[in-house]
């Protein structure tokens, strides 16, 4: 069983920079699709970034696009979330998901993800 779980999260101002991490354990790491997608308050669950097996290919959200940066290491089993100039409305719960590698822009509904990971905060203050 795949066991996916993320860190990083915290506090930062409006502005400012943080990286998330995620691990994925009991796979085969290359063989999956990694996403991002958060959840804030009161809302439903939202794709952010996706990256192919094999790094090769990524597809953000509008949102996001020239803030955040998603990458992969497949040695390291873990995927990043680099999130540059930060805003209030990025504040929600992140999580890390594993989906069969597919063309990016098939991986960007939760129901194809296969593997959750328990979610890490985010909050961002003005």
């Known amino acids: 069983q795949v066991q996916v779980v993320e860190s990083g999260g915290g506090l930062v101002q409006a502005g400012g920079s943080l990286r998330l991490s995620c691990v994925a354990s009991?796979?085969?790491?290359?063989?999956?699709?990694m996403g991002w997608f958060r959840q804030a308050p009161g809302k439903e669950r939202e794709f952010v970034t996706v990256?192919?097996?094999?790094?090769?290919?990524?597809y953000y959200t509008d949102f996001v696009k020239g803030r955040f940066t998603i990458s992969r290491d497949n040695v390291k089993n873990t995927v990043y979330l680099q999130m540059n100039s930060l805003k209030p409305e990025d504040t929600a719960v992140y999580y890390c998901a594993a989906a069969p590698p597919r063309p990016v822009y098939e991986t960007i509904k939760a129901n194809v993800y296969r593997h959750w990971g328990q979610g890490t905060q985010v909050t961002v203050s003005s």
């Open positions: 009991g796979g085969i790491f290359g063989n999956y699709n």
């Open positions: 990256i192919s097996w094999s790094g090769g290919s990524t």
